[in-house]
């Protein structure tokens, strides 16, 4: 079982930046691929990027690559996603999840998510 909390969201202007936090609980984070989703208003939730269990690969949606960097650190149970060059079809709450199965498996377990809102 894994629980996760994500933090860091809020109000941005249009090319600045945001970092969000994802803490973990859970004796076995190691072992769980990790990714970041997002829900924008009226639409589906879509990938965004996701991290292997050791760190060692990567993978991005097409939207994002390039401008969003997703990263781990299994010690501390957290995983990040560095957003820079923000635009405002960005806007989104973004959830951070969890797959036993791997970058592109099924996700497991689900944050409650964070609103980010950039402004034009």
């Known amino acids: 079982q894994v629980q996760l909390v994500e933090s860091g969201g809020g109000l941005v202007q249009a090319g600045g930046s945001l970092r969000l936090s994802c803490a973990a609980s859970?004796?076995?984070?190691?072992?769980?691929?990790m990714g970041w989703f997002r829900q924008a208003p009226g639409k589906e939730r879509e990938f965004v990027a996701a991290i292997s269990w050791s760190g060692t690969n990567t993978y991005y949606a097409d939207s994002v690559k390039g401008r969003f960097t997703i990263s781990r650190d299994n010690a501390k149970k957290m995983v990040y996603l560095q957003m820079n060059s923000l635009k405002p079809e960005d806007t989104a709450v973004y959830y951070c999840a969890a797959s036993r199965i791997g970058i592109l498996g099924e996700y497991d377990y689900w944050g409650q998510g964070t609103q980010v809102t950039v402004s034009s």
């Open positions: 859970g004796r076995t984070f190691g072992n769980y691929a």
